[in-house]
């Protein structure tokens, strides 16, 4: 029973360049979040998506930064034109249930943007 | 508004026990969890609380007074490995996304 899946764990790039973060939810999940970690601070929510709609992205900056969550596939955390502010951890989560909804968190994306 | 506090850090010795204290102000509740993070790892799940009260498993218990929306993680017979950072976050609802305090990191000495 494999947990939550985010793809690349480490991913380096240079001002400028695209990044794009995947995760794949635990089996039987429909809901997933994305948050970003800043180094020694907590989790900052972006965006809550369930399949094939963006529920929540209250939490995501209106420029360079966009998420899907296709109805076939893992959900795309894409950063256009990265910068340096933007290095930090991202991690997704997954929960089976709107209701009770504990979220299970992968192993994060390590981003650094040189 | 949404707003969760918890102390930045604690300190504790090996076998003792630590309160962990989480106070929140959100536009709507339905259950407060508790995670732990180790340093450079994911957050993992500890406690649920969406009822007044304690909720005890093994050496974690978690607390909830909806009332004074306040709850504490209590950690006994502490461990060397219990040196983490421990999460409060609260969530409002029906699709509703959770909203993480700053976390206390809580270094635990021999």
């Known amino acids: 029973n494999a947990g939550v899946m985010q793809n690349p764990r480490h991913l380096v790039r240079r001002r400028g360049q695209e990044a794009r973060l995947r995760c794949s939810p635990m089996?039987?999940?429909?809901?997933v979040y994305w948050y970003r970690q800043l180094p020694e601070e907590g989790l900052k929510f972006m965006v809550y998506?369930?399949?094939?709609?963006?529920?929540?992205e209250s939490g995501m900056p209106k420029e360079r930064f966009s998420a899907e969550f296709p109805k076939e596939g893992p959900s795309i955390l894409r950063i256009q034109q990265v910068v340096r502010g933007d290095s930090a951890a991202y991690f997704c989560?997954?929960?089976?249930?709107?209701?009770?909804?504990?979220?299970?968190f992968g192993p994060g994306t390590r981003l650094t943007v040189l | 508004g949404q707003n969760i506090d918890q102390p930045t850090e604690m300190t504790a010795t090996e076998g003792a026990i630590v309160q962990i204290n989480c106070t929140y102000q959100?536009?709507?509740?339905?259950?407060l969890f508790w995670y732990q993070q180790h340093a450079g790892e994911a957050p993992t799940f500890l406690s649920y609380?969406?009822?007044?009260g304690l909720e005890e498993k093994g050496r974690f218990s978690s607390f909830l007074s909806r009332s004074k929306g306040y709850s504490y993680l209590l950690l006994k017979e502490l461990q060397m490995k219990d040196s983490a950072s421990y999460l409060c976050?609260?969530?409002?609802?029906?699709?509703?996304?959770?909203?993480f305090g700053p976390g206390t990191r809580l270094s635990v000495l021999p």
């Open positions: 959100t536009s709507g509740f339905n259950g």
């Open positions: 089996k039987g999940h429909s809901h």
């Open positions: 609380n969406v009822l007044d």
């Open positions: 976050a609260v969530t409002g609802g029906y699709g509703q996304n959770f909203v």
């Open positions: 989560a997954s929960s089976p249930d709107p209701v009770y909804n504990e979220q299970f």
């Open positions: 998506l369930q399949k094939e709609n963006i529920i929540d």
